[in-house]
């Protein structure tokens, strides 16, 4: 570019030169003159157009957005529209594509699931699942930096075409609440398809949030505060992918002025940084987490019959076996046990490190382990050839899952899967640990 202007820059002095010699001699003559100026101008916009144009390697599309274009790239920069159900998929470079995070500012509009991540590039995919004629900002950041706003999505249609249930669920908590910092508080929604309700939070490093048991007409979501003294987020429910209605306030107990930390109330000093993370998460180290294995074990099932497959139901034969297992992984991380002999027809994975993700369901952000929640780990498992072939085995009939969270801050996460006719006897349809 610079050769360009300057290689222009020449050209012009020259004219300028010549064409005072042709004026200024005794044969000059106007159609020479005439020329030259066109051909000056002719110049001058071609240099303009030059300097308009972007650098080499830069498309027009990168310069629209106000990130940093050297970091990370998207396919999409405009704003776009998405019919209700359906889906979008965004692409985006970059050299550490697992450090890019995507989400969308307004809740209960937009799911985002992150789809595949390949050497250089991540895709996410948002599904519509708001009212008609609601819009959300999809907003990206790489290697945990501030978050860049790169477009809008709009659900398809006016906004009268749909209308929120008021009835179809009920919670027993409809008031603003206070938990204490490192405590925790359960709600119960009643209605005909629990598993249809969804709740999140509309700030996110505030609480934590899981699911912890569903019921044949009911299903239990805790809280659990992580966030400073005084800080306060909406809670939100969506049923049967209808928009969100905010439910209540729930606050940290105390002042912001107290402390400025995020960490619960646990001693940390000593520990290593996936201890700390750990804490942060709202975990227990050295404890299993009996919520994560049950909703891991839903998800499980909601895979399958998106396979056309039966549900599997909970192994009895293989419950102990699972627990023991997802504590022999913080010793080993390997399908050969610590005692040497090999174990068979399990998927596992482990989790260590914290920061904020997207919460697939909400596309929300919350700060938790990296593959240290059921969501996560399964997306993890169903993007692995060979883990998702044992999910979606036809010839298995039962699965017991087991999660540990480790002395050291890991999550370890063991599925153990069987074809036992004696689970299939009086068939447990949940983790018989639950409440344990």
Request: neutral net charge; hydrophobic residues 40%.
């Amino acid at each position: 570019m610079r050769l360009i202007v300057q290689a222009g820059i020449a050209i012009i002095l020259r004219l300028f030169k010549t064409q005072d010699v042709i004026k200024n001699g005794k044969n000059r003559k106007d159609d020479t003159l005439m020329r030259h100026t066109k051909m000056l101008a002719a110049i001058m916009a071609v240099l303009m157009l030059a300097a308009a144009m972007p650098a080499a390697g830069v498309s027009a599309a990168t310069q629209v957005v106000a990130q940093s274009s050297a970091d990370w790239t998207s396919d999409t920069t405009s704003d776009l529209t998405v019919q209700p159900g359906k889906s979008y998929q965004f692409k985006f470079t970059a050299s550490d594509p697992d450090a890019i995070r995507v989400w969308t500012g307004t809740p209960g509009v937009f799911n985002i699931t992150k789809t595949v991540t390949e050497p250089n590039a991540v895709y996410y995919k948002i599904t519509a699942i708001g009212t008609p004629g609601a819009a959300a900002g999809v907003y990206v950041s790489y290697q945990n930096g501030s978050g860049t706003k790169l477009c809008v999505a709009t659900v398809a249609g006016g906004s009268s075409a749909v209308t929120q249930p008021s009835t179809g669920w009920i919670s027993d908590t409809t008031s603003d609440l206070t938990v204490q910092s490192g405590k925790s508080y359960q709600f119960k929604f009643t209605a005909s398809d629990p598993n249809a309700i969804k709740v999140w939070m509309g700030t996110p490093g505030v609480f934590n949030i899981t699911k912890t048991a569903t019921e044949t007409n009911a299903v239990y979501y805790k809280i659990t505060a992580i966030g400073t003294p005084g800080a306060a987020t909406g809670v939100y429910v969506s049923y049967q992918n209808g928009s969100g209605t905010k439910l209540c306030v729930a606050t940290v107990a105390g002042s912001t002025s107290g402390t400025t930390s995020q960490t619960p109330n646990v001693d940390t000093t000593g520990m290593t940084q996936y201890q700390k993370d750990a804490i942060k998460a709202g975990l227990t180290l050295g404890a299993w987490n009996h919520a994560f294995e049950q909703e891991v074990f839903e998800l499980v099932n909601q895979e399958r019959a998106k396979a056309g497959l039966p549900a599997l139901v909970w192994a009895r034969s293989l419950t102990d076996t699972a627990q023991t297992r997802a504590k022999e992984l913080e010793t080993l991380f390997s399908h050969t046990r610590p005692d040497g002999t090999q174990s068979s027809w399990e998927n596992i994975a482990m989790g260590a490190g914290g920061g904020w993700f997207e919460n697939a369901a909400t596309g929300e952000v919350d700060w938790h382990i990296a593959n240290g929640t059921p969501s996560h780990v399964m997306d993890s498992w169903m993007n692995s050839p060979g883990h998702r072939a044992n999910i979606l085995d036809p010839n298995a009939k039962a699965i017991a899952i087991g999660c540990y969270v480790g002395e050291d801050g890991g999550v370890y996460w063991v599925q153990n899967f069987t074809n036992n006719a004696e689970d299939m006897v009086d068939p447990l349809t949940s983790n018989p640990l639950l409440g344990k």
